[in-house]
């Protein structure tokens, strides 16, 4: 069973950074795309990024473009998402997705895998 933990989540001020991590357990996990999700309260949950399994491809909603940058460590089981740039807009519990396929990541109806998510924050 695969199992997904995010971290690295809080509490930060607008322009500030912060760097998320998703540790992976019981599978092969360079197999894997990884993609972030994030759902803000009251909204449906949406696309942040995807990376391939072997991170030579990522993804990027247009909305995080140039702020946030995806990627992945498969000696640790680990992808990471690391956000500069913090508006509050960027508000929302986010999470990750493992999936066997990178085509359609952009789905958050895709078959896969998640964690149970981390809270960030952002003040103005």
């Known amino acids: 069973q695969v199992q997904l933990v995010e971290s690295g989540g809080g509490l930060v001020q607008a322009g500030g950074s912060l760097r998320l991590s998703c540790a992976a357990s019981g599978c092969t996990f360079s197999s894997y795309a990884m993609a972030w999700f994030r759902q803000a309260p009251g909204k449906e949950r949406e696309f942040v990024s995807a990376i391939t399994g072997n991170g030579a491809s990522t993804d990027y909603a247009d909305s995080v473009k140039g702020r946030f940058t995806i990627s992945r460590d498969n000696t640790k089981n680990t992808v990471y998402l690391q956000m500069n740039s913090l508006k509050p807009a960027d508000t929302a519990v986010y999470y990750c997705?493992?999936?066997?396929?990178?085509?359609?990541?952009?789905?958050?109806?895709?078959?896969?895998?998640w964690g149970q998510g981390t809270q960030v924050t952002v003040s103005s």
């Open positions: 997705r493992a999936s066997l396929y990178y085509v359609n990541s952009r789905r958050a109806n895709q078959p896969g895998y």
